[in-house]
């Protein structure tokens, strides 16, 4: 079977023809369920670290340990270790789950690895209360830490399946419809895959407040958005901390943080007084966004929604349907809006609500490439951007960091980063589109003829008619106005640096009052 192969590789080095097969080896080849190399901490134990699964040993070998040991040595690595990191997968990886994907893994080694692949084995293992019905509504899924979140909904005449391009593809249709929604009327989204955690008891605030870079809220309903870094001052994951009262606190990141997150707090924990409980699998969730949400909520529930009785960045528990919830009042897709959080046996008869409210204004659900989009119009940095490759001031996010509130974990790197060159930022780009490629991350961007970084995130803004996209790049080119180019299906394309999102750069519209403006110009 490899003598074709093995006769190529003789003919281009003939020496090996000369030495001969000395010795046959036939060995295992590890296939992970992802396909990639468990490397790091394992979770839940400390200083217990994973090397494994490497399917190309000797190709991948040298520069995983290198990032390994590192990662041993000093408390982080250099690169990005997200897609290695054994603390990627949860319970839900059981045996038997983990023998269908090695297969699964096995007969994908050589296909093209299209963008947003997906794999579909050993699938639903962590199914939402709400599966069923957005199944039903036409959801096209995604699996994120073992959870099944809509990527996008599928309308009219458009098959309810995957569809694979390096193009533009088949769902951007699909997409530019539920952009509109949210920005026109209503959109409601199931993001119960956010991890959720509360941390409780007389010692919390002191706790929570030591390992945060941002000042904590001081009044019980306040909403803060912040970072955990690591030592060398670099980030490890972007939080929202919502204080429910004086001595509890509820913690809301991304689905794949949930067992570094658990592992943070329960490393850091000295000998406080406190409880670390991980809601995720218990509690479930909803997004309402869009110019219509008040009214949506309001005709679901007896709360006042004003800005005097429910202010922007604030949260408080309010009945839904006869069922009691928290309800945050903020918007990553940068509308008037809300989340709701409770319980995983309620949030259906709440959806079920809340659509048949929407009926009368047009509701519509949307997915995760959707919310993408939307926090790329309105420039907020996402999981690509911040990583434990880049420091705060690096990332452009020093706005949500509070230096005089006392040592925090990395604070003196934070400090030392801010007194000396950046050797890179992250800019906000508009890209001019030529309607057949958006791009799909990665990509390199240059200064005139010279290379200067390239694109973390990349979304076509569909309010905008423009390509937005996040680029790591050097200081001289991130300045706003600044000429540059994009290198997209082998063309370069005229882009520019932004100095404020392209949607509502002022954020009026998450902070819009009852009986003002219901709809964007």
């Given amino acids: 079977r490899i003598m074709p192969w093995l006769e190529n590789a003789m003919g281009r080095m003939p020496v090996l023809a000369e030495l001969g097969i000395k ?3 036939h060995g295992a080849i590890s296939h992970p369920p992802d396909g990639n190399p468990l490397i790091g901490p394992a979770a839940g134990v400390r200083n217990y670290w994973c090397c494994c699964g490497t399917q190309i040993g000797i190709g991948w070998g040298p520069g995983l340990t290198r990032e390994l040991a590192r990662w041993m040595g000093h408390g982080a690595a250099n690169i990005s270790m997200r897609e290695f990191d054994p603390r990627r997968f949860g319970p839900y990886a059981t045996k038997e789950w983990q023998v269908v994907k090695a297969r699964e893994d096995y ?55 995957d569809y694979y391009s390096f193009r533009r593809p088949a769902w951007h249709d699909m997409v530019a419809f539920e952009t509109q929604a949210v920005r026109t009327r209503v959109g409601i989204m199931d993001i119960t895959a956010f991890t959720k955690v509360e941390v409780a008891g007389p010692d919390a ?15 019980s309903g306040g909403i803060a958005l912040t970072h955990l870094l690591n030592v060398r001052g670099r980030i490890e994951l972007e939080t929202t901390v919502v204080r429910l009262a004086d001595d509890r606190f509820y913690l809301v990141c991304a689905a794949f943080f949930e067992q570094r997150l658990m592992d943070h707090l329960r490393f850091q924990r000295k000998h406080e007084s406190l409880s670390i409980i991980n809601r995720s ?31 922007w960045l604030s949260a408080r528990e309010i009945t839904i349907a006869g069922t009691p919830m928290l309800a945050l009042r903020l918007s990553y897709g940068g509308e008037l809006g809300w989340e709701i959080h409770g319980p995983n046996e309620h949030i259906l ?43 705060l001031p690096e990332a452009d996010v020093m706005r949500f960091v509070n230096l005089e509130k006392g040592d925090f974990p990395g604070s003196e790197a934070t400090r030392a980063a801010l007194e000396q060159p950046l050797p890179w930022v992250c800019a906000y780009l508009q890209i001019e589109p030529d ?21 973390s995130s990349i979304a076509f803004g569909h309010t905008v008619g423009k390509i937005l996209a996040f680029a790591y790049v050097k200081p001289q080119a991130a300045v706003p106005g600044t000429q540059l180019e994009v290198y997209l299906n082998e063309a370069w394309r005229s882009a520019v640096v932004l100095s404020e999102a392209v949607v509502d750069p002022q954020s009026l519209l998450p902070r819009v009052d009852a009986g003002a403006r219901q709809a964007p110009a």
Avoid at 128 to 140: D, I, N
Avoid at 284 to 293: F, M, S, T, V
Avoid at 353 to 377: D, K, V
Wanted: some cysteine.
């Fill in 23 to 25: 010795r046959e080896v």
């Fill in 107 to 161: 007969c994908l080694r050589h296909e093209i690895p299209f963008p947003h692949f997906n794999r579909q084995a050993g699938r639903p293992v962590k199914p939402s209360p709400l599966y069923e019905r957005l199944q039903q509504g036409g959801a096209v899924f995604e699996e994120v830490f073992g959870h099944e979140r809509a990527r996008w909904f599928a309308r009219e005449s458009l098959e309810q399946r």
């Fill in 205 to 219: 605030e002191a706790f929570v407040d030591r390992l945060v870079a941002n000042r904590l809220p001081r009044k």
């Fill in 281 to 311: 699998s218990d509690w479930a969730a909803l997004a309402l966004q869009g110019p219509k949400a008040r009214a949506v909520l309001s005709a679901c529930t007896d709360a006042p929604l004003d800005n005097a009785a429910f202010r």
């Fill in 349 to 391: 008869t709440v959806y079920d609500a809340l659509w048949a409210a929407g009926a009368a204004h047009g509701i519509a659900n949307y997915g995760s490439f959707t919310m993408n989009a939307l926090r790329m119009e309105k420039g907020f940095k996402g999981a690509a951007e911040l990583t434990n490759e880049v420091t």
């Fill in 435 to 455: 309607g057949h490629w958006d791009g799909n991350g990665g990509e390199a961007v240059r200064l005139g003829d010279t290379v200067v970084g390239s694109t």
